[in-house]
């Protein structure tokens, strides 16, 4: 069958001009994982994921357990009051949302980590966690890259 | 013939040999991210709409929704507008009640399964969502002392009313229960006034009778329940077999609008689940139609504002108070309305949340090339990411938007009760 004898050809071709899959057209790794730790931007601090639901919902409020620590100081995390917390989707944006949530995250602290309540992804693709720290070392941010939901 | 030339020829030749039966497959095959999409689209197999639970509650709620002393008036009922043999809707831009209505009147076929009810979510459960469509003006424009009143006076629905919620307030002691009053009267009109001379009781069992009607209307709307679509056959088959067979309720132009609603034309990003919406709010940039209408900014404000809602004294045990703590700031969804479900789109003409288009294609192409003029609040840039698609693409994907009509409703559901 003719269509058959040429869809490798089409494949490989379509490998070449870079043809994005389908659910990546969100605009980031909808498939990826949530990362364990990141750097913030100036290096000054470090934020680890402790706690996330596995996948991340889609349509649910869902909570984050973090610890935040400062690179000089790496034993003694941070207090809730350091950290504010924002999230959106780039949708291939260097800078900026392309639009954010329609929920306003809180944090608080529970059980020795800071617990971001009222997460809410109502779109798949890859959101974007905003963590701006402002502790004794200075203000930093540091940015997360969250998978919604599940592929 | 040169060998450049005919390397370009060879070249040629095989892109032509290429780009047909390529061509071909990418229109009719599914690949396996194209099959995850559609999956998700999909109700869960077995899905069947719930029993009602209390089939009494459920008749008195239909007997409510068919009856004209609901209104001020006593000229229109639920159904004036939402009229079941045009899958629940009036079929016009803008409802025709008691006034004009400022807002397309949504489908209710499977209102039961949205988290938010009305085009801004000002109410955040089925129940409460009637006093707003009561109490307002253009629409029933009722008051709930009137109603309370009406529902007292009138044997039939007081005996209905008093089986499942018990004894009505003492309405006959009119210095209690003035004949008409609310708390959204006009204020300083005779209405307002004699809502605020009440007690503080007495003004919470009259708001205990309004919720107890919006419990039997939901009860009733629960019943409205389909996902039976010529796409749920197809979707089922897909799930089976990569390359199902087209046939005459799903043909090639929907298979083929299919893929572009789930790939390239970026369709899920908000039209996504069983529901075809993600029950979120986005301001499409549409050219305000209406100052007066900030639409999920005074939604929020309504919502947070009403006695009615999750948090509030008239809550039910299923009603969900937790997510009314992470509200975002209302302007921050200025002139952002919620992604209407695409569930019986054929059948629920005008489009959009003032009804501006008339047509499955003239909706489609706003996100080709929206109109210019004034917007409220800010455009969502996600709107970018949808590419130009040509004539046969936006065919197609109004083809596969036809196969979303579900088979009608029982008459038993739908039919008006004797009188």
């Given at each position: ?151 | ?122 109410a955040d459960s089925l129940w409460s ?78 708001n205990r009778?309004?919720a107890?009607?919006g419990v ?90 009403s006695p009615f809602n999750a948090a509030g004294p008239y809550a039910g045990g299923d009603d969900d108070a937790e997510?009314l ?95």
């Amino acid at each position: 069958m003719i269509t058959a004898r040429y869809l490798p050809l089409v494949a490989l071709l379509s490998t070449m001009i870079g043809s994005p899959s389908v659910l990546a057209a969100g605009g980031g790794d909808a498939a990826g994982a949530v990362p364990a730790q990141v750097l913030s931007e100036q290096g000054l601090y470090r934020v680890e994921v402790r706690q996330a639901p596995e996948p991340l919902p889609k349509g649910e409020h869902f909570s984050l357990g973090l610890r935040v620590v400062s690179m000089d100081n790496p034993d003694t995390p941070l207090e809730a009051s350091a950290v504010t917390v924002e999230a959106g989707m780039r949708h291939g944006r260097d800078d900026g949302f392309a639009h954010g949530m329609q929920s306003e995250p809180r944090v608080s602290v529970r059980d020795g980590l800071i617990l971001v309540e009222g997460l809410y992804f109502h779109m798949g693709g890859a959101w974007t966690l905003q963590v701006t720290i402002d502790g004794d070392d200075g203000e930093d941010q540091a940015w997360l890259t969250l998978p919604c939901c599940g592929g | 013939m040169s060998r450049l030339c005919k390397g370009a020829a060879l070249v040629a030749a095989l892109a032509l040999a290429v780009s047909t039966p390529s061509q071909a497959a990418n229109e009719t095959a599914f690949t396996d991210a194209e099959r995850a999409a559609v999956r998700a689209l999909a109700v869960s197999p077995g899905h069947t709409p719930p029993e009602a639970s209390e089939p009494a509650l459920a008749d008195f709620g239909k007997r409510l929704f068919f009856d004209r002393r609901l209104s001020g008036d006593g000229r229109f009922s639920c159904a004036s507008c939402h009229q079941p043999d045009r899958a629940f809707t009036d079929g016009l831009a803008l409802p025709e009640a008691v006034g004009r209505g400022t807002r397309n009147t949504p489908t209710l076929i499977n209102v039961a399964d949205n988290p938010w009810f009305q085009w801004d979510g000002a109410a955040d459960s089925l129940w409460s969502q009637m006093l707003l469509v009561v109490e307002n003006p253009r629409e029933l424009a009722n008051d709930r002392l009137n109603l309370a009143h009406t529902l007292y006076r009138n044997g039939d629905l007081r005996a209905a009313y008093q089986r499942r919620f018990g004894p009505l307030p003492p309405l006959s002691d009119g210095e209690r229960f003035p004949a008409q009053g609310s708390p959204h009267a006009a204020p300083d009109s005779p209405g307002a006034l004699a809502w605020r001379r009440m007690t503080a009781a007495d003004r919470d069992a009259v708001n205990r009778v309004m919720a107890n009607l919006g419990v039997a209307l939901a009860a009733w709307q629960r019943r409205l329940i389909r996902y039976d679509a010529p796409f749920d056959r197809f979707a089922a088959a897909l799930a089976e077999d990569p390359d199902p067979p087209t046939n005459e309720a799903f043909p090639a132009a929907a298979r083929r609008g299919l893929k572009l609603f789930v790939g390239e034309a970026q369709c899920t990003l908000c039209h996504s689940g069983p529901d075809f919406s993600n029950q979120a709010f986005h301001n499409l940039g549409l050219p305000v139609a209406d100052h007066r209408d900030t639409g999920r900014e005074r939604g929020l404000r309504r919502l947070t504002a009403s006695p009615f809602n999750a948090a509030g004294p008239y809550a039910g045990g299923d009603d969900d108070a937790e997510r009314l703590r992470f509200l975002p700031p209302p302007e921050s969804l200025r002139g952002a309305f919620k992604t209407p479900s695409l569930r019986n789109v054929a059948r629920t003409a005008p489009y959009f949340h003032d009804g501006r288009f008339a047509t499955l294609e003239e909706a489609v192409r706003f996100y080709l090339a929206p109109p210019e003029g004034e917007t409220l609040g800010e455009r969502e840039a996600t709107l970018d990411l949808i590419p130009d698609l040509s004539d046969r693409q936006v065919a197609d994907l109004v083809a596969f938007l036809k196969t979303l009509d579900s088979a009608p409703l029982p008459e038993a559901v739908t039919t008006p009760p004797s009188p």
